[in-house]
Nanobody, 120 residues
Framework: QVQLVESGGGLVQAGGSLRLSCAAS????????MAWYRQAPGKQRELVAG???????SYADSVKGRFTISRDNAKNTVYLQMNSLKPEDTAVYYC??????????????WGQGTQVTVSS
């Protein structure tokens, strides 16, 4: 059974930083892409940043230059370093793992979400 567990959320003042982590557990052979999404109250879930197994990255325009996504393939873990945080970054942040291969399955998985609140 594959599980994604996020950590690192919390309350921070505008201009501050947070680092989110998401660890995938289970009998995993490989993971294609990993990504961070966020959902603010009353809004749709949106893609924040993604990283392929090769290490290539992509970012939403709203976070370019402030957020950095990285991954440790040996640990099946993805990180999101968030700097210069703004109140509009307040949301529940979810990680997603695409193309997770185990002995018996090949599927996508979501984490349970971690709250990030940025005060002005």
């Amino acid at each position: 059974q594959v599980q994604l567990v996020e950590s690192g959320g919390g309350l921070v003042q505008a201009g501050g930083s947070l680092r989110l982590s998401c660890a995938a557990s289970g009998s995993i052979f490989s993971i294609n892409a990993m990504a961070w999404y966020r959902q603010a109250p009353g809004k749709q879930r949106e893609l924040v940043a993604g990283i392929a197994s090769s290490g290539s990255t992509s970012y939403a325009d709203s976070v370019k230059g402030r957020f950095t996504i990285s991954r440790d393939n040996a640990k099946n873990t993805v990180y999101l370093q968030m700097n210069s945080l703004k109140p509009e970054d307040t949301a529940v942040y979810y990680c997603k793992a695409d193309g997770v291969a185990t002995m018996s399955s090949f599927a996508n998985y979501w984490g349970q979400g971690t709250q990030v609140t940025v005060s002005s």
